[in-house]
């Protein structure tokens, strides 16, 4: 079982069998209800369509840009299937010798990367924006 703990979520992934038969979970760190399943996996896990759950455009749109930029990537995609549903629908496609599961999880860590640069880069500036204005 692999998992790590982030500010505020949860992510494992534990291959259960020696089938393409997947447990994965991605979970607040409040809630124990799983935020994503692999709906699909295909190719010996080269392509891949995981169902995010009470998801929208704005997380689903960074993640796809996020690893659509990884070279070992050939196609990266997500559809909302109905806007009343709160899920949307990643499709990934890799290289040959890659896992799109893999891929994915690349994705999360890279775009949690981002995130955690942009709120440092924020403190910092916020800071100097205070100090500034207390010497004024």
Do not use: W
């Amino acid at each position: 079982m692999l998992s790590f703990k982030t500010t505020d979520i949860l992510f494992g992934i534990s291959n259960t069998s020696l089938s393409t038969n997947l447990v994965i979970t991605f979970m607040s760190s409040t809630s124990n209800s799983s935020r994503f399943e692999v709906v699909e996996l295909t190719n010996d896990g080269q392509c891949a369509i995981i169902s995010l759950k009470d998801e929208d455009h704005t997380l689903a749109n960074a993640l796809r840009y996020i690893i659509v930029k990884n070279s070992n990537v050939k196609f990266c995609g997500y559809s909302m299937p109905h806007p009343n549903d709160n899920q949307c629908l990643i499709q990934i496609q890799t290289n040959a010798g890659f896992k799109a599961i893999d891929v994915f999880e690349k994705g999360l860590r890279d775009l949690m990367d981002v995130f955690q640069h942009m709120k440092h880069v924020f403190h910092k500036k916020h800071e100097e924006f205070v100090s500034n204005k207390n010497n004024i």
